[in-house]
């Protein structure tokens, strides 16, 4: 499952997701009709089974969150206006090794840049850096 924070938009960014085969909701699904914080997001994300968060907040997520293996969290740092980027960018990182399987992927908090990808990890908090390739373009 893709979960998509509030910050991303509005629905029409879900169709920038279709090529994955699984769910895609809005973080507010998973606890409607409530406002959700910032700090109860690892706890819904928890409630579901191995989702990958995907967010354009970096100030409130990146080395902020906590890594846990049930999982995902990706940052991407968008402006809102290009928050529907979100879509090919997190297809384009799962086609990595490192984010190309829900259990790769499960435990990481990643930073996603144009040209590098950070990440730390449950069991091991230390920043790894990744380089896009150019066999990694969209």
């Given at each position: 499952?893709?979960?998509?924070?509030?910050?991303?938009?509005?629905?029409?960014?879900?169709?920038?997701?279709?090529?994955y085969s699984?769910p895609?909701?809005?973080?507010?699904?998973?606890?409607?009709?409530?406002?959700?914080?910032?700090?109860a997001?690892?706890?819904?994300?928890?409630?579901?089974?191995?989702p990958?968060?995907?967010?354009?907040?970096t100030?409130?997520?990146?080395?902020?969150?906590?890594?846990d293996g049930?999982?995902?969290?990706?940052?991407?740092?968008?402006?809102?206006r290009?928050?529907?980027?979100?879509?090919t960018?997190?297809?384009?990182?799962?086609?990595?090794?490192?984010?190309?399987?829900k259990?790769?992927?499960?435990g990481k908090v990643?930073f996603?840049?144009s040209k590098?990808?950070?990440?730390?990890?449950?069991?091991?908090?230390?920043v790894?850096?990744l380089?896009?390739?150019?066999?990694?373009?969209?």
């Amino acid at each position: 499952m893709i979960v998509l924070d509030e910050a991303i938009g509005n629905e029409d960014v879900t169709r920038r997701f279709q090529w994955y085969s699984g769910p895609v909701a809005f973080i507010k699904q998973l606890r409607p009709p409530t406002h959700i914080l910032d700090e109860a997001i690892p706890t819904l994300l928890r409630e579901v089974r191995q989702p990958t968060f995907v967010t354009i907040n970096t100030t409130d997520f990146w080395r902020h969150i906590r890594a846990d293996g049930s999982y995902c969290v990706l940052c991407f740092p968008l402006p809102q206006r290009r928050a529907e980027e979100t879509g090919t960018l997190t297809r384009r990182l799962f086609r990595l090794p490192e984010f190309k399987t829900k259990k790769a992927r499960m435990g990481k908090v990643a930073f996603v840049g144009s040209k590098e990808i950070y990440f730390y990890q449950a069991h091991d908090q230390r920043v790894r850096r990744l380089s896009w390739s150019e066999d990694d373009e969209a």
